[in-house]
């Protein structure tokens, strides 16, 4: 039989055990086959409790794509560098 082994009202592990099998300091609840209790749900007054749902992962914010005039105003920029470099070194 799976059962869940719980301590201090955590579920600690899922086993398979025999009926009538012990652990020292801990409580054995019988699953169903189609639990999908495991270590992270913990167990109070008789129920199994679900974890939290983890918190969705945000999206990334694309970074602004540069618009035409944006890059022709780059790319001139640029030139008018190389221009100016060669004109003091000349």
């Known amino acids: 039989m799976r059962k ?3 301590k201090d009202g955590k579920v600690i ?10 652990l020292p300091d801990c409580e ?6 189609n639990s999908l209790v495991d270590q992270r749900w913990t167990y109070e007054k008789g129920e199994f ?9 945000p ?3 694309p970074e602004p794509k540069k618009s035409d005039l944006e890059l022709r105003i780059e790319a ?3 030139e008018l560098s190389k ?3 060669a004109k003091t070194e000349g």
């Open 28 to 33: 054995l609840i019988t699953l169903a086959d």
């Open 4 to 6: 869940a082994v719980v």
């Open 76 to 78: 001139l920029e640029a």
């Open 59 to 61: 999206e990334p914010i």
């Open 83 to 85: 221009l100016s470099t």
């Open 49 to 57: 409790i679900k974890p939290p749902e983890p918190e969705p992962e």
């Open 13 to 22: 592990n899922v086993i398979l055990a025999p009926e009538g099998f012990t």
